[in-house]
């Protein structure tokens, strides 16, 4: 198979290069041979059918792959000319360049909003004043969309908020270590759709400061907030996703170059 990259992708100084990637769970190959740029400052979409990789690939990003035992990688991935994957790079240095926004939401449940926002700066050792507490709360919070509705509330529990309000909260904690990528685990997939409304103007804002990847299976989705998407797929139950296609999203949804492409996004199947 040819390479699905699109030729206008050039090495960038702040772009994610993946190159010839493979992705293990103990034996079981989950994906083969994915090649892909991830451009800064705009927002890919991952798209294809439960099982094709995509949730998988997305963590090998930031390396919460290989926290799984028995997981390994080949391949290479560099991010502003760096081997992510190197001897001597450290994968907590990674994941607070490239952090994560899960399925679901997952706010520490003892913790308040302010604790939550500030929980991922605190794991990695950092000491704040009470300004700097303050400061960072506000703007993350505001980043995420939220402050206006929390500010007075700061020291409630996190789990006092909507399913949608928690999900900002996460991404509030995520932009805290002040990353330069998002990933996005179909962070809308548990929302109504006044939440996922939100969530989904908020990914178009955060692209003016980070470089967002988001898995989707809502096609609507992904062609409202994204710039390119990149279609897996699989050939056959048991075997490894495979990129298929990747490019301007508006290109992909009206005159996609596979049939395989064409053939999911219409809904014939996947």
């Excluded at 890919?44 to 439960?50: D, K, Q, R, V, W």
């Excluded at 950092?126 to 402050?147: M, N």
């Excluded at 529990?157 to 399913?163: D, E, R």
Aim: with cysteine; aromatic share 6%; hydrophobic share 40%.
């Amino acid at each position: 198979m040819s390479d699905p990259e699109d030729p206008a992708a050039t090495p960038g100084d702040r772009h994610l290069q993946v190159r010839d990637l493979n992705a293990w769970f103990g034996t079981f190959q989950a994906i083969a041979e994915v090649s892909l740029s991830l451009h800064s400052h705009q927002i890919t979409a991952l798209i294809g059918p439960s099982g094709c990789g995509k949730s998988t690939f997305l963590r090998t990003l930031n390396r919460i792959h290989e926290a799984t035992p028995g997981a390994r990688v080949s391949g290479t991935i560099t991010y502003a000319g760096q081997d992510l994957y190197a001897a001597g790079v450290s994968a907590t240095a990674v994941r607070r360049r490239i952090g994560m926004v899960f399925q679901r939401p997952n706010p520490f449940p003892t913790l308040s909003i302010r604790d939550n926002t500030l929980a991922g700066l605190r794991l990695t050792g950092h000491r704040l004043s009470k300004t700097a507490r303050e400061e960072i709360t506000q703007r993350c919070l505001l980043g995420a969309g939220l402050w206006e509705e929390v500010k007075d509330r700061l020291d409630k529990p996190a789990v006092s908020l909507s399913g949608g309000q928690q999900q900002r909260l996460c991404i509030a904690r995520a932009i805290a270590v002040d990353p330069e990528v998002l990933l996005m685990d179909e962070p809308c997939s548990a929302l109504d759709p006044i939440s996922t409304l939100r969530i989904e103007e908020l990914m178009v804002s955060l692209k003016a400061n980070y470089t967002v990847v988001v898995v989707t299976h809502n096609m609507q989705q992904a062609a409202r907030v994204s710039d390119r998407t990149a279609f897996f797929t699989i050939a056959a139950a048991g075997q490894p996703g495979r990129l298929i296609e990747v490019g301007d999203t508006s290109t992909m949804f009206t005159t996609p170059s596979d049939p395989r492409t064409e053939a999911y996004i219409t809904g014939r199947f996947g």
